[in-house]
């Protein structure tokens, strides 16, 4: 399944899924919490894990379900989409992202 057939919800879940299965440690601390209390805290990681990786959440969750060729073009597609609909020149937004293209 490519990149593009998921929607974003699925594409996030298979994600969070992807990244429980990378952070051991994070699931034996939250063993014996609430399933509801285990979500919220597997998202709040997961955002910290994206910032710490210089990336936003949606960036993480690319990287997380698609090729690396995939992850590229898309996520360079979807800040294209971005600076356009925010109206700001390509170069500029890059500069602003510190997207390096």
Not at 1 to 21: D, F, G, I, N, W
Not at 43 to 49: R, V
Not at 82 to 99: I, R, S
């Amino acid at each position: 399944m490519t990149v593009k057939e998921l929607t974003q919800e699925a594409r996030h879940e298979e994600a969070l899924k992807k990244y429980m299965l990378d952070a051991p440690e994070l699931m034996e601390e939250i063993k014996n919490l609430s399933a509801d209390d285990q979500k919220d805290q597997i998202q709040w990681a997961f955002e910290d894990e994206a910032e710490a990786q210089g990336l936003q959440p949606w960036e993480l969750t690319l990287k997380y379900t698609s090729t690396p060729e995939e992850y590229e073009a898309t996520r360079l597609a979807l800040h294209k989409e971005a600076a356009e609909v925010l109206g700001v020149e390509w170069e500029e937004y890059c500069e602003m992202n510190n997207l390096v293209v």
